[in-house]
């Protein structure tokens, strides 16, 4: 399968490089408008032709599937060239920059019975997809809540603000691990240095009694990439930054038992064993990359398609709405 990537910035190299380990695949060419860019592709994959009009990425007859690795305002704009010109496109996160543009290139890819792939990378890693296997498995009981930490100092974004930049990780793993969908979304958040917010707090509400909260900044002092996930059973915690024990399992919890009304309400707490199960240490972007492939020849759908891709898009698209109103509730 060949394969062609618009975009060789930040992310563009380990789109290539992946691609280009999958047996049978390869990265046939290369658009970008950094002719160093170009340069550098050329001097580690002398093979690949290198271009500067995505148009003949998007038109060629010898490539099967488009990556486009470029600005979110883009990305609508390339993957529909890529798409009604029968390829198959793999879109870096997040999917386009409006509902309305997702909404159009999932019908026009269903109806040229092509494939779309939204990169959220961390479905992918070893941890998501445990924690995956801990919370369908029931381990931990009726969820509570989620809540989860994404900060560091930069890197500063001027076409999003922190939420569009950093929130889609966190809101597709969530989305890819609670079967309830949102039903509301609070957000609010300030800007310091270049008029985006720089640093935010994201309330998602759902139907049931599950509640998720996201703090996002692009100020912080230190690296955090927490995740707690609280159920009635047993609690969670998915730590990112730690490299030998990425998830702690812990048998802590509140028993309630109601003797003769509300006014007895008995409270016990429940504290038992840590567990830190064993965690996959592939590479995440290696795995996703073969999965597209694997979904384009057997004709499978994503986990990570254009609809999952339209669904955060509408979450990000609310939290604009709600900071725009100071912190209003916006319902998906």
Request: hydrophobic fraction near 40%; aromatic fraction near 8%; proline fraction near 3%.
């Amino acid at each position: 399968m060949n394969i062609g990537v618009i975009g060789y910035g930040y992310w563009g190299p380990n789109i290539v490089r992946n691609f280009n380990n999958i047996e049978g695949t390869q990265v046939i060419a290369v658009c970008d408008k950094n002719q160093k860019a170009l340069k550098q592709v050329k001097k580690i994959y002398p093979k690949i032709n290198i271009v500067s009009e995505c148009r003949e990425i998007t038109t060629s007859k010898n490539i099967d599937a488009v990556a486009v690795v470029t600005p979110v305002s883009t990305h609508y704009e390339f993957a529909r060239q890529a798409l009604q010109n029968g390829k198959h496109v793999f879109v870096e996160k997040p999917f386009t920059a409006t509902a309305a543009q997702a909404e159009e290139l999932i019908n026009l890819a269903e109806k040229k019975c092509l494939k779309i792939m939204v990169d959220h990378t961390f479905l992918f890693t070893g941890a998501v997809r445990k924690i995956k296997q801990i919370v369908d498995e029931n381990m931990l009981g009726h969820l509570y809540y989620y809540d989860s930490t994404r900060v560091n100092l930069g890197l500063f974004q001027h076409d999003v603000n922190v939420i569009w930049d950093l929130a889609p990780h966190d809101f597709s793993v969530m989305d890819y691990l609670i079967d309830e969908k949102p039903s509301a979304v609070v957000a609010s958040g300030k800007s310091h240095i270049n008029g985006m917010e720089d640093i935010a707090y994201v309330t998602v509400h759902f139907t049931n009694s599950i509640i998720a909260h996201f703090n996002v900044n692009w100020l912080s002092p230190v690296k955090v990439r927490t995740t707690l996930i609280g159920g009635e059973k047993k609690m969670l915690v998915w730590n990112d930054v730690n490299a030998d024990e990425k998830i702690k399992v812990y048998d802590k919890g509140i028993e309630v038992k109601n003797k003769e009304g509300i006014y007895n309400l008995l409270v016990s707490y429940r504290s038992g064993d840590m567990w830190a199960p064993k965690v996959e240490q592939k590479e995440a972007l290696g795995l996703e990359t073969e999965y597209f492939i694997d979904c384009i020849e057997k004709s499978k759908t994503p986990i990570n398609d254009g609809h999952a891709g339209l669904r955060i898009v509408k979450m990000l698209e609310a939290c604009d709405k709600s900071l725009q109103n100071d912190g209003k509730t916006v319902n998906l």
